[in-house]
């Protein structure tokens, strides 16, 4: 872990100089600047740690709460290598200090995406899931798949747990599995889900449709208010 030897005195001034390390609308001279006076190595690579504001600290080194598109959140630094222990975190890409922006900006979209199921994402395991984020709600096409999973989890708040463990299973079997569900219940339900979604959750191509759907979803609603 960072070493809170290696940060001020000053956990307020440690709070601004992260603020300034992680701000996109600085140049590079003052986000280098600011890791410099942090203690920050320049050839080392570290991750940003993203957690809902409200949570207590998951690395050693300094935290500021930052608002952002989901909310507020808080963005600690931590060594590419260290292990990350917290109960809902994203946690971004590695980089040296010059660029934990964009590790930031990786951890932000793995924690609106992280669910009861996946408390904990890392960036890197996210892969092109994390161009989803750079799609705006402004800009974006309307997408039925979405708009018909919207209406499936207003009618049934909870289904979203079984609607998780259908895109990431390999079959309904699987699925009833890790549900505690009888095959046949399962089955009925995923075939009445399909009917409802528009497309067939059965099918590998299905259970894709639904992955991508769920996240989405997660970065439209998710917020940390």
Known sequence: MISPDSTTVDP?????LLRALLDTAGTADERLAAAQSLGLTLTTRYRVITQPATTASAAA????????VAGAVRAEI????DAVVASRAGIGTAATPGDLVRSLASALTALRLTSESEPVLSADDLGSLLLLAEISQEGAPENCDLQSLGLVIRETPRIIAMLDTLSASESLRAAASTLGFHHSTVQSRAEELSGKLGFDVRTSRGRTRLSVALALYRLETTRFD
Do not use: Q, R
């Open 78 to 81: 931590a060594l590419s290598t």
């Open 61 to 68: 080194g300094p935290s500021a709460i930052l608002m952002t």
């Open 12 to 16: 307020a001034k440690d709070e601004l």
